[in-house]
């Protein structure tokens, strides 16, 4: 398995605001993933990061909105802009370790309210 | 049309006891890998076990194990000898090849009674 860390844990942030979302991974991984998970819903894909290469991003999902860094092979951010209390949510990374057939594992998570 | 379907939004099972928490999956891929994850409230997502669509075994974890019927498209999760700590969400997943991430169902929560 792989140690995945988020920060924030958790914010509260106004309206109009950004925050950025760290993930940090104790070994190197190709593949990482953001997911949002709104308040009684399930995950929903955000995009794909890819370390070299720009994220691919599901329909629904812009890069203006939720910019993504990929700087290297253990760490990614994801920004959410201009936000409102409609992105109050949980957002997750995950990682596909290549020694796992297809298993995927998740960070902790950063709760999200936006006010 | 849903990719993971579980019809079960809550459930409750006795401490000690065993429980299946259902998932159909709709998939035309022969070659496909199905998950099953545990949220608690503090929101991670903590894998459980996974199912390989031409594993012939079901799936085995310790007190989890997943029933895989594939000619109806099911991989039902039981939990063995329930424990107060099993209460979470519970979200089944499917990848599928040529996609990289998994389409989660929309989950079911389990209280574990005393």
């Known amino acids: 398995s792989a140690v995945i860390s988020q920060k924030p844990s958790r914010d509260i942030c106004q309206r109009g605001t950004s925050l950025t979302i760290q993930c940090q991974v104790d070994?190197?991984?190709?593949?990482m993933f953001w997911y949002r998970q709104q308040p009684g819903q399930s995950l929903t894909l955000i995009a794909t990061a890819n370390q070299g290469s720009e994220a691919t991003y599901e329909s629904g999902f812009v890069i203006d909105k939720f910019p993504i860094s990929r700087p290297n092979l253990t760490f990614s951010t994801l920004t959410v802009s201009n936000m409102s209390p409609e992105d109050s949510s949980i957002y997750l990374c995950?990682?596909?370790?290549?020694?796992?057939?297809?298993?995927?594992?998740f960070g902790p998570g950063t709760r999200l309210t936006v006010t | 049309a849903q990719k993971i379907t579980q019809t079960q939004p809550g459930m409750f099972v006795q401490e000690k006891e065993a429980v299946t928490l259902d998932c159909t999956y709709d998939t035309s891929d022969q070659s496909y890998g199905l998950f099953w994850y545990k949220q608690p409230s503090s929101g991670e997502m903590i894998f459980l076990i996974y199912?390989?669509?031409?594993?012939?075994q079901n799936a085995t974890e310790g007190r989890y194990s997943l029933n895989f019927q594939k000619a109806r498209k099911s991989a039902n999760l039981v939990i063995s000898a329930s424990q107060l700590g099993d209460s979470a969400m519970y979200f089944c997943?499917?990848?599928?090849?040529?996609?990289?991430?998994?389409?989660f169902g929309t989950g079911t929560r389990l209280t574990v009674i005393p």
């Open positions: 199912q390989g669509s031409y594993d012939e």
């Open positions: 995950s990682v596909e370790l290549g020694s796992s057939p297809y298993e995927q594992y």
């Open positions: 070994s190197q991984v190709t593949m």
């Open positions: 997943a499917m990848r599928e090849p040529g996609a990289n991430n998994l389409f």
